[in-house]
């Protein structure tokens, strides 16, 4: 075994982590800052004190450093969360999700649990990070209607493929890397199911504290849009015209609602003349007909959602020229927005109809709400406004975000949301399943397949160009640069190596099974300092060396390096799929630590009771 000599870089590289992990961790920095700040340090400190090898040539350079930037893995979270976005941006899993939710309407518990066990069992046989990008939207839509938060679900969603991909050869990169490791010194080949009984035993237990305890431990990290949608008791006043092209004509009133029209309260229905009033028990809605109805923010946008068309009975009525809006700009790129009437306003004590709101703003009012008291009229546009009324808007996002200058209403930024383009479900469902399909079954290689996906996302009108960048999340971006730039450090200055063996050297004379449960801790917790690859080469040939010495078979050691080096649980950068749920779950480093820190450390004691007895190293 290679004794590593300390050096001044080795101390100075572990002050720098040790550092970084402090300032990742507060709330008080920036993660932005800590980890540009981090690249910078490692850049001022190998330009002024170069490390060199005897020859003198440099062992670390500022591309060395830099070189992070291109590195696939970080290429392949980012095009990865904008293949996602598309998901989202379509509506492309509102069905399948709807479908589970029906099936365990009564069982969100079960639903929760057959979906992570779904995610575990499926990343036993292919990659992890395809499979997590799968479930990320499909998790969101669950929470959402199981009225969840996200932040309980996508740690745990994570937490799952990892688990689920130590239990197979092909389950991770990790365990791919440290079977060419062990080809590479000499020692028989790994098979597909080597490890997977004791695998199993420690991903049943991850599942379990993932289901039970994290979501008692986590914070509820709510979005700023999550918020707006969940705001409770928000109703709006609607007028809608059907149409002659819209899906309502001929829908039938089904006990007292019209299924399109689901948790909508419709108040009358204005036919000609005539008012309609519930209950509508077999009446069949006409073209011209006007809806008026009574919905929260959130139902109005899933009739929307559902139904795309009946955006022209908005449209089309406020339309100067009458012209019908076309379906490939109008109808598919609309936002939602609300505003609230200006204290100073012009259009305090007017109707809606006599302040022509769309001609000065290209933007359509759809609802109402009043908060001080129930609006009572007979028709949206003869309220007259007051101020402090909320007006639901709709338009394209650029109308939306134009009408900041507008003094008679202020715009409420933060409740800005897409409406789903639905026509082009098909498009991002083609374009999602080819991304995975080739990936996992190796036809491309991932970062190829997930490039090409976030390039056809934007082709395909699935995403404009503004929708995609939006999806990158430059935290993700700097952190995993800064993580890739100390694993660069370490390795070149053989710090690891170095705490390896002096942590061992403590251990001379301690029982087989001691040191490998030390090892497994120690492989542990470099996983989440390091890349969970970077750590499985740095210690596949260490882990063998030491099984030599001890006198045990090595290969027990090796899969001491597959299960601690899959132990990215403590930090975001240990893994690709901890930096994708990131984003979504509204995390903090700090999350990470208080949800995985705990798992890492029951996965080392479980492994440190059952892998002596199931080895026979007792």
């Avoid at 007017?350 to 609006?375: D, E």
């Avoid at 479980?606 to 002596?612: E, G």
């Amino acid at each position: 075994m290679i004794i590593v000599e300390p050096t001044i870089h080795i101390w100075i590289v572990l002050a720098f982590i040790a550092v970084a992990i402090v300032a990742f961790a507060s709330e008080k920095i920036e993660l932005e800052i800590s980890s540009i700040s981090v690249i910078a340090g490692l850049l001022l400190l190998f330009h002024f004190y170069p490390l060199t090898n005897d020859a003198g040539e440099v062992l670390l350079s500022a591309r060395d450093i830099l070189g992070g930037i291109a590195d696939p893995a970080l290429i392949t979270v980012l095009s990865l969360l904008v293949v996602g976005q598309g998901i989202v941006r379509t509506g492309a899993l509102e069905q399948p999700i709807r479908r589970l939710v029906t099936l365990r309407r009564h069982h969100p518990v079960m639903a929760i649990t057959a979906v992570l066990f779904s995610v575990m069992v499926i990343s036993a046989f292919m990659n992890n990070t395809p499979v997590v990008v799968i479930f990320i939207p499909l998790i969101t839509a669950l929470a959402d209607r199981l009225h969840k938060s996200t932040s309980t679900l996508m740690i745990p969603l994570s937490y799952a493929s990892i688990l689920g991909g130590m239990t197979t050869l092909i389950g991770s990169s990790t365990n791919l890397l440290v079977m060419a490791a062990v080809v590479q010194a000499g020692l028989p080949r790994i098979e597909f199911f080597d490890f997977t009984v004791p695998g199993m035993v420690l991903a049943v237990t991850g599942l379990l504290y993932a289901l039970i305890v994290i979501p008692r431990i986590l914070p509820d990290r709510t979005s700023i849009r999550g918020e707006v949608m969940d705001i409770s008791g928000k109703q709006f006043i609607v007028q809608m015209e059907v149409t002659a092209e819209s899906p309502l004509v001929g829908e039938e009133a089904v006990a007292g609602q019209f299924p399109s029209l689901r948790n909508i309260t419709i108040r009358f229905i204005q036919r000609g003349e005539h008012v309609l009033l519930p209950p509508f028990d077999g009446m069949a809605l006409r073209p011209s007909d006007a809806v008026i109805f009574a919905g929260s923010r959130k139902s109005i946008t899933e009739a929307f959602a559902d139904n795309p068309q009946i955006l022209q009975g908005f449209l089309e009525v406020d339309e100067p020229e009458g012209g019908p809006a076309s379906d490939d700009g109008s109808v598919q790129d609309q936002t939602l927005a609300e505003a609230v009437v200006a204290p100073a306003s012009r259009m305090i004590g007017r109707a809606l109809y006599q302040v022509s709101f769309h001609y000065r703003t290209k933007c359509v009012v759809v609802g109402i709400q009043r908060r001080s008291r129930m609006i009572r009229t007979s028709r949206m546009t003869d309220i007259r406004l007051e101020a402090g009324d909320v007006l639901l808007l709709l338009g394209k996002r650029s109308d939306i975000m134009r009408i900041r200058n507008n003094p008679d209403v202020l715009l409420l930024e933060w409740s800005a949301r897409e409406l789903p383009a639905t026509a082009l479900a098909w498009r991002a469902r083609i374009i999602f399943g080819a991304v995975v399909i080739t990936a996992a079954t190796g036809l491309l290689p991932i970062v190829v397949a997930a490039v090409a996906g976030a390039v056809a996302m934007v082709i395909s009108g699935c995403l404009n160009v503004f929708q995609a960048s939006r999806a990158i999340d430059r935290k993700i971006l700097l952190l995993i640069w800064a993580a890739l730039a100390l694993g660069a450090a370490m390795q070149a200055t053989g710090g690891a190596g170095y705490i390896a063996h002096g942590v061992l050297s403590l251990l001379t004379g301690a029982a087989p099974a001691v040191i490998l449960s030390a090892y497994f801790l120690l492989v542990a917790v470099f996983t989440n300092i390091l890349s969970n690859n970077a750590t499985a080469v740095l210690f596949t040939p260490i882990g063998i060396s030491i099984g030599l010495e001890v006198g045990v078979d090595p290969v027990i050691f090796v899969y001491a390096v597959i299960f601690a080096a899959n132990c990215s649980f403590a930090t975001p950068m240990g893994y690709q799929t901890n930096l994708l749920v990131m984003g979504p779950g509204h995390y903090k480093f700090i999350d990470f630590f208080r949800a995985g820190a705990p798992l890492v450390l029951i996965l080392w004691i479980v492994f440190s009771l059952f892998a002596p007895f199931y080895y026979g190293i007792m």
